[in-house]
């Protein structure tokens, strides 16, 4: 079967039994019943998620409240809130960075504190989007993809090492970082993204390059995150409302081999918030069969969405065109939980900290009333402890 074949034999699927059949860390384990018990295979009961040995202690220890947990991803809060409610990363802002010295004591009070350090994440892009930009003069105007897409390989791998040095030594440890989206749409229209300057997808050196800047930042203890999975080709931001995407199988395809031919690069992939129409009426964030499609790149592959308190993905679990500023109804904000947890998401995205804790309880409620959502979540939390172990966090 051809590339693009494979891309869209997902589509043919029934929606309400895709997300059980989507490659897991558990389908890489070859389970053997009938192993004798002096067998050289390994305990597969025991350690499900093929987890290394030295994680296997701390795993027996964690509550389903903290495996879920390490799926939150939350706006960055004070310490101690970190600490009380255990989350597995935080966002980082540029109004975080105002004061660097009280922002290094924060992280460092946290994970001084936390069994499982924190993922700590900000989405240095460069241009536009440059988080750094106002406690760096020498990367007051870092360049954007689109500038580096058009250096030399070295060029991009150490102007990406310096920048990653600098993300380290004031505690980040994940880049929301590069932008795989093309640049232009299957009309030959300039994408949000390219607009914006912040797309690396050009031409058939793109992927070189993105390897590079990924390079570069591993190089300095960063780790990255390709976004905007299947490719953001949509003019509209979708922060906003839910943009969409009319692609054609064929292009479609394109962008998919650029995420593939990256995915062992790159440990995390960043889902797309648009409505990809000829696969499916939701957006790709909540799309079991997109979703799936990622998971196919690389099963080990973290998997995040964007901002689930965007006001464009809560209007469209609610069905209506825009929240209102009264509130958010529970039952809402409940149902996108579980459509992002059964699409297939490993972590999710908030950048409203009452929220996210409402999401660990709301989780841990869920594992109690089926194995489905237990496993679910147990599943993703292996895989984000199998990163940060395999990134050095977890000692």
């Not at 699927?13 to 059949?21: E, F, H, K, L, Q």
């Not at 995390?268 to 990622?294: D, G, L």
């Not at 039952?331 to 908030?350: E, Q, S, V, Y």
Request: net charge positive; with cysteine; glycine share 4%.
């Amino acid at each position: 079967m051809t590339l693009l074949g494979v891309v869209f034999a997902f589509a043919q699927t029934d929606t309400a039994t895709v997300g059980s059949n989507a490659p897991t860390i558990r389908d890489t384990v070859q389970v053997s019943a009938q192993a004798a018990p002096d067998s050289a295979q390994p305990d597969t009961a025991a350690n499900p998620y093929d987890l290394p040995d030295a994680l296997m202690p701390l795993w027996d220890s964690l509550t389903i409240k903290q495996k879920a947990a390490q799926m939150v991803m939350v706006y960055l809060s004070p310490a101690d809130f970190l600490i009380e409610h255990e989350f597995g990363a935080v966002l980082v802002m540029k109004n975080h960075l105002k004061d660097t010295a009280a922002f290094k004591e924060r992280i460092h009070r946290a994970n001084d504190s936390l069994r499982i350090p924190l993922l700590v994440a900000s989405d240095q892009e460069g241009g536009l989007v440059n988080r750094i930009g106002g406690i760096s003069e020498k990367w007051k105007h870092a360049p954007s993809a689109k500038e580096m897409r058009d250096m030399e390989l070295d060029s991009i791998e150490s102007i990406a090492q310096s920048i990653g040095a600098e993300l380290r030594d004031l505690g980040i440890n994940l880049n929301l970082a590069p932008v795989l989206d093309p640049a232009y749409d299957h009309r030959n229209k300039k994408s949000f993204m390219e607009v914006s300057n912040r797309s690396w997808q050009k031409d058939s050196t793109s992927e070189s390059k993105v390897r590079a800047f990924v390079r570069g930042m591993r190089n300095s203890g960063i780790s990255c995150v390709s976004k905007h999975f299947p490719g953001y080709d949509s003019w509209t931001n979708s922060d906003h409302q839910i943009a969409i995407s009319s692609s054609p199988k064929a292009r479609m395809s394109e962008n998919y081999e650029f995420f593939k031919a990256l995915a062992n690069d790159i440990p995390f992939t960043m889902m797309s918030s648009v409505r990809f129409v000829r696969i499916s009426h939701r957006p790709a964030v909540f799309e079991p069969k997109i979703v799936k499609m990622a998971r196919k790149m690389n099963p080990e592959t973290v998997i995040l969405t964007d901002d689930l308190w965007g006001v464009s993905l809560r209007a469209w679990v609610s069905g209506t065109e825009r929240v209102t500023s009264k509130g958010y109804p529970r039952k809402d904000f409940r149902k996108l939980i579980r459509t992002a947890l059964m699409a297939g998401n490993d972590m999710f995205m908030i950048t409203y900290p009452a929220k996210a804790v409402e999401m660990i309880g709301y989780l841990e409620s869920l594992s109690k009333q089926s194995k489905t959502y237990k496993d679910r979540i147990e599943e993703s939390a292996a895989r984000i402890l199998k990163m940060k172990y395999n990134a050095g966090l977890l000692k």
